[in-house]
């Protein structure tokens, strides 16, 4: 309960003017000019939407002119056939996906982050990065509180109805790191930073090292949890080390994207510095809250 409170709160001041990844801002990109040679922008709606909910997030997501966009729908059928996903799941989160020139690099907005109660912006780079999903423009959007994990189906249906194909097992992995990114972020101890820092410097160390076996890959998990001072369950450890694994059985090649893990690196280190300024700030806030906290309890002596 206390974690559920204080992430809540941390999400509440992190909300506070901007939520971003790369040079992503909090607003969609307006879609006034049709891009000739990587084609419109793709709206994607989650198939649970309401008329009046659509519109909302046509709203949000700046579709100002329906013609200059590509609409579709990602519906529950597609979480099953694409990463194997329920089939009678509801479909809310949705996506605006704007293609860009090769070293533009992989920019997530989430533009509604007091919605997507689970997933952040550098969890959703990751994991499209581990998909194969790059040099593009991603904006995020639900009209009510989800998670937020099914907007990666509509990326990955966008990209498909573009001709563009991405790797089944790949994107499978992919879902399966979010996943688990969300669960350890829910751990007493570990912030979303705390996990999105941990699998991104895991990344790079594979990209630098290129394991060959399962038992390497454990070395190179370990390492990074004993220096981010980070303590697991022993059945959380090995499900990190699953996945990783299965990632190097995948041959995912992070040396092409690392630039982009160590920018998602760079965000997740310098944000709280950026919002927050410096340590004393939470130590006036807890030590608020203790005065609030014993005065209230003074009134019942």
Known sequence: ???????????????????????????????DVINEKLGVPIVVYGETLTGDQKEEVRRLLKVDNPQNVDEITVTAKDLARLINGNPNSRMFSSAKITLKEKGNGLVVTIVTPENITEVTTEMYANALLTAGVENANVDVA?????????????????????????????MEVANEELELATELADKE????????????????????QNPATREEVEQIVQEQLNKMSIELSEQDRQLLIDLFDKMRSLDIDFGQVKKQLEDISKDIKGKLEKVVGDEGFWDSVANFFQKLFDSIRNLFK
């Open 142 to 170: 639900s009209p009510v509180k989800v998670t937020g994990h099914s907007a990666l189906v509509g990326i990955y249906k966008a990209y498909e109805s573009k001709g563009e194909v991405l790797d089944k097992d790949r």
């Open 189 to 208: 101890g570990l912030s979303d930073e705390k996990v999105t820092e941990l699998l991104t410097e895991i990344k790079k160390m594979i990209a630098e």
């Open 1 to 31: 309960m206390i974690k559920k409170a204080s992430k809540l709160f941390l999400a509440g001041i992190l909300s506070v003017g901007f939520i971003f990844y790369g040079h992503g801002k909090a607003s969609a990109e307006n879609d």
